[in-house]
């Protein structure tokens, strides 16, 4: 058995696809599942379990698992001719819970993570004691009309999905993830490093990258970034979170995502157990303020048992 203080690789075999996970924590206390964002994967939540080993008490009689989306870090991609549709995270979500018998567990989501995790928290009920919501609020929304221009745009958009053979070094990588994020240099590091695959380089390659033999391509589905061909509207996403009934707390940065704002605007008034704390920092708090953040979980989980 692997002792509390390590940090595991899981997979999960679902019916038509393998999920990974890395878990720390004794495998027979209760699950904690933490869902990353889009285009992240599983070792955006490193820095929080790092930090919950350093202090034991945080992860007494907790299991934490977080998990890699279908399509990102070292989870399989779907099945040809598949698409990475919203609901579908949703399914897998349920083949999850299926698969390890969970019956009502916490969940500690981010970003996109939280969006899928709010939709099975409305949909399965009896399956979530209670949800964490990181840097979100909320769903993506659209307007009626704008329905047949989105369904042109997704559609259009699968049309020109190519998979890049184009490799390059970890330091490249990591500066792009840096250009279109708020990440800190480490912290998109870790990301990154999950989302590489190392190819064979040869000879012109060594010569461009300085003799270095280490060269890498994405490993995510180029899939993933196709847009959706349909969004909910305002009403449909208002009664879906409408229907989350488990205690919820949303955890976010002061410079975080803008749709944080707008959400509590559009969807707070829909429930009536919600806790809300704002840290210092940006869309990856979660990832910035583990000493603060650890301790919010700890005290949020032991709140809710105590009431049980």
């Known amino acids: 058995?692997?002792?509390?203080?390590?940090i595991?690789?899981?997979?999960?075999q679902?019916?038509?696809?393998t999920l990974a996970a890395?878990?720390?924590g004794n495998k027979h206390h209760q699950p904690v599942l933490c869902l990353h964002g889009y285009l992240d994967n599983a070792a955006s939540f490193l820095p929080l379990m790092q930090q919950m080993m350093q202090k034991s008490d945080l992860l007494l009689n907790r299991r934490i698992i977080a998990l890699d989306w279908p399509g990102h870090g070292y989870s399989d991609h779907r099945s040809v001719g598949a698409h990475y549709h919203f609901f579908d995270y949703v399914s897998d979500l349920v083949a999850l819970f299926e698969l390890n018998n969970w019956q009502k567990i916490d969940i500690v989501a981010h970003s996109m993570g939280a969006m899928i995790a709010s939709a099975f928290a409305a949909a399965f009920p009896e399956k979530v004691k209670?949800?964490?919501l990181i840097d979100s609020f909320g769903f993506i929304c659209a307007q009626p009309e704008q329905t047949t221009n989105q369904l042109r745009k997704g559609i259009l958009s699968r049309v020109k999905t190519v998979k890049s053979s184009r490799s390059f070094t970890e330091e490249t990588a990591v500066k792009a993830r840096l250009n279109v994020s708020d990440l800190k240099y480490k912290h998109a590091k870790l990301i990154v490093q999950r989302s590489l695959i190392e190819v064979e380089s040869s000879l012109s390659d060594k010569v461009s990258v300085n003799d270095s033999n280490t060269l890498y391509r994405w490993r995510s589905d180029p899939r993933?970034?196709?847009?959706?061909?349909?969004?909910?509207?305002?009403?449909?996403?208002?009664?879906?979170?409408?229907?989350?009934k488990c205690p919820l707390q949303?955890?976010?940065g002061d410079e975080g995502m803008a749709m944080v704002t707008k959400g509590l605007e559009h969807?707070?008034?829909?429930?009536?157990?919600?806790?809300?704390?704002?840290l210092t920092g940006g869309h990856h708090v979660h990832m910035e303020k583990t000493k603060e953040l650890s301790p919010l979980l700890s005290h949020f989980f032991s709140k809710i048992q105590t009431s049980v």
């Open 130 to 132: 209670s949800l964490t």
């Open 14 to 17: 679902l019916a038509d696809l």
């Open 250 to 252: 949303l955890i976010y």
């Open 267 to 278: 969807f707070s008034s829909r429930v009536n157990n919600l806790t809300t704390t704002k």
């Open 22 to 24: 890395v878990a720390c």
């Open 8 to 12: 595991e690789e899981l997979s999960y």
């Open 1 to 6: 058995m692997a002792d509390n203080k390590e």
């Open 224 to 244: 993933l970034r196709t847009l959706s061909p349909y969004r909910l509207s305002l009403a449909q996403a208002q009664q879906l979170f409408s229907d989350i």
